[in-house]
């Protein structure tokens, strides 16, 4: 039975294509001269390069994080390439009519059409390719409503001020190994500013994809959501299907300002790599988020893409009364290996933070939660609420849970609970002697267990990631 | 003999489980509408024979033979005999959690007809459906929203196998046990569910233990399965009998692998 799961749950990658455009990509190597460069090709003001070599030197002096519970060879930072972008966006197209056809098609060919009229109506897309964003939609309609959504190298020159007061203000270049590297190198991503007491009248969403062979993705978003705003916003990735590894290392910085609610989805769907482990993408990534008083973040991530993943994203709760909530499932099968989960950090008084982690797990996979709730002295009143669930197919993968908990106010609260289950031959049995065949079956019972995560989902979406669950039913059944 | 009249023929069935041999022998023959209930003492193989019929993995047929409406139930998979009409009402149903069953029960549903070519039901359809057979065998319709048997007690789950039954509108019923653990006012409704399923297309096995159940479904035949084989057959009456002086009259004795076992 198990091996009939497996199977089914074998899916094809969809978006493992590779799209035929030429690209303008630096030599593999990192060095000073690399990071000057690549600053001048975007055309950065001098307090911007500064910061990026002061990032650089710091990053020289660290080392890579090794706590984490994956496995895979040493990184060699001197043979990635860190900048590639479409020749055809050299002389940066002023509307979609100027972009190159080939890669509106691959957004096409990604369920992702950048016209529109065809988009899902009310949802503003910003589409990064390798290294540099290809197009934003909508973006009068949302001008009108005073929401900024532009790629973050052009914010740079539009919105100096924003983006120099808000860079690195959640997550500083020292935090890590990789938000250091990023800092660094980073090329593009998105910039979201939400007026005050503004309500963001579309949904946002980034769709980030790799296409070029050995470069590295280095994505840089930043969302401030003013006084009593409020934004929903959702990221999705995939690459080719190579048989290299690459990096895609991103720095994620929320301000949620008073009373302002951030709703962050991430729809991960990077090359997994093959069934015996070759190739796939190391998505190494941090998030963070902070709340001023009365405001709320809330992450929710459906993670089934990446070799190996390593990804926290956490919130800062230092308002009073601020809400802090992360949803997540995370699932690994083949050789995947992933290590995600969240730190809530209660700074202060009746803080509140959620966490419902979901972890399915299948093959040789490795699916681990880590977690950090730490209650600070001020935090007088906060509440925590950790649950984690793992769920095992068949008895060559792992499910770890590694809860880390710091309480330093006593009138703080915290619970935790954890499961472990199976798919069982019962509920398999269950299903098929109700006519559903066992792909079906077996998407059906992983659909239930991640229930309360794609609750959260914005709508159009919840649809998308259960289908990233669901199998693909040719030549799945043994 | 013709077969057309037949819907279901089990011939000398021999069947194991963990490679020891639990069904030794077993013949059956069911004409459509009939209704055959099937008692014996516990462990004799009732639910073994359930599961061998619909194809539960790790049940195997060592040999004989045995046809759905003419068709050797053994060539076609799992889900295959369950959309070809065969239903089995579990003795001990599983909990899926988080699936809904209105979820759960629509995908059957429509496992059924895409197998049969017709095109899937619309929700509004279904729904309406559902919350009759609801009302039929007596759940709230807040049920159809839970999760699979999620937190049911015993006598919901029962009965919302029988509900599965109503919507599936299979052409054989397999009832395991449907009435054990039944409030006398639950036993009721499971008879007046499968009572107003009679139809001369439909054939019921009602295994169980209990003459109390056969006074409401009136069986045609009754069968006392004895050690992996049907030691005794009859009519209503069987039953009454049995409850009277128990399986020992039968003379049963225990095979011999397991004295050694
Ligand atoms: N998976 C299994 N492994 C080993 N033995 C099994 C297994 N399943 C069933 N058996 C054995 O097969 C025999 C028949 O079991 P079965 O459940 O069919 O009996 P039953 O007639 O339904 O009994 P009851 O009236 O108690 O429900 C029993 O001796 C049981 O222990
Ligand atoms: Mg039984």
Known sequence: MTEQIDKALAREYEAGFVSEIESDTFEPGLNEDVIRRL?????????????????FRVWQEMEEPDWAHVDYPKIDFQAIAYYSAPKSMQDKPKSLDEVDPELLRTYEKLGIPLIEQQM??????????????????????????????????????????????????????????????????????????????????MELSTYFRINEQNTGQFERTLIIADEGSYVSYLEGCTAPQRDENQLHAAVVEL???????????TVQNWYPGDE??????????????ICHTNAKISWTQVETGSAVTWKYPSCVLKGDNSVGEFYSVALTRGRQQADTGTKMIHLGKNTRSTIISKGISAGKS?????????????????????????LLIGDQCGAHTFPYVESRNPSAIIEHEATTSKVSDEQMFLCQQRGLDPEKAVSMIVNGFCKEVFKELPMEFAVEAGKLLEISLEGSVG | ????????????????????????????????????????????????????????????????????????????????????????????????????????????????????????????????????????????????????????????????????????????????????????????????GVNSQRS?????????????????IKPDYVHVLSDGKIVKSGDASLALELEAQGYSWLQTEPAEDELEG
């Open chain 2, 200 to 216: 001369d297309e439909r054939s019921f096995i009602v295994v169980t233990h209990y003459q109390r159940l056969l006074d409401y």
């Open chain 1, 255 to 265: 301000v949620a300002m008073d009373d302002a609610e951030i709703k962050y989805s």
């Open chain 1, 39 to 55: 600053s001048q090709i975007k055309g950065e003001p001098e307090w911007m390069l500064d910061w990026r070599l002061k990032a």
């Open chain 1, 366 to 390: 490795n699916n681990s939660y880590r977690g950090l709730v730490r209650m600070n002295p001020g935090a007088k009143g906060a509440r925590n609420f950790t649950q984690c669930d793992s």
């Open chain 1, 276 to 289: 015996e482990g070759k190739g796939g993408i190391y998505n190494f990534v941090t998030k963070r988020g």
């Open chain 2, 1 to 192: 003999m013709s077969n057309e009249n037949v819907l279901l023929s089990i011939k000398d069935l021999h069947a194991s489980v963990e490679e020891k041999n639990i069904i030794k022998g077993l013949n059956l023959e069911i004409k459509p509408g009939e209704v055959h209930a099937i008692m014996g003492p516990n462990g004799a193989g009732k639910s073994t024979l359930g599961y061998v019929l619909s194809g539960r993995e790790g049940y195997e047929v060592d040999s004989g033979s045995v046809s759905l409406g003419g068709e050797d139930l053994f060539d076609m998979e799992t889900e295959e005999r369950a959309r070809a009409g065969l239903f089995l009402a579990f003795q001990y149903p599983v909990e899926i959690p988080g699936v809904s069953n209105l979820e759960f029960l629509k995908a059957s549903v429509d496992a059924t007809r895409e197998a049969n070519g017709e095109e899937a039901i619309t929700s509004a359809d279904f729904l309406k459906q559902a919350k009759e057979a609801c009302k039929k065998v007596n759940l709230p319709v807040s049920f159809l929203k839970r999760g699979v048997n999620e937190g049911f007690s015993g006598g919901e789950k029962k009965r919302n196998e029988l509900m599965q039954m109503l919507l599936l509108k299979p052409k054989l019923c397999i009832l395991d046990e449907t009435d054990s653990g039944l409030d006398i006012d639950a036993l009721q409704v499971v008879a007046e």
């Open chain 1, 120 to 201: 899902l109506a009310g949802v503003a897309v910003d589409a990064v390719f390798d290294s540099v964003s290809v197009v934003t939609t909508f973006r009068d309609k949302l001008e009108e409503a005073g929401v900024i959504f532009c790629p973050i190298s052009e914010a740079l020159h539009k919105y100096p001020e924003l983006v120099k007061q808000y860079l690195g203000s959640v997550v500083p270049t020292k935090d890590n190994y990789y938000a250091a590297l990023n800092c660094a190198v980073f090329t593009d991503g998105s910039f979201v500013y939400i007026p005050k007491g503004t309500r963001c009248p």
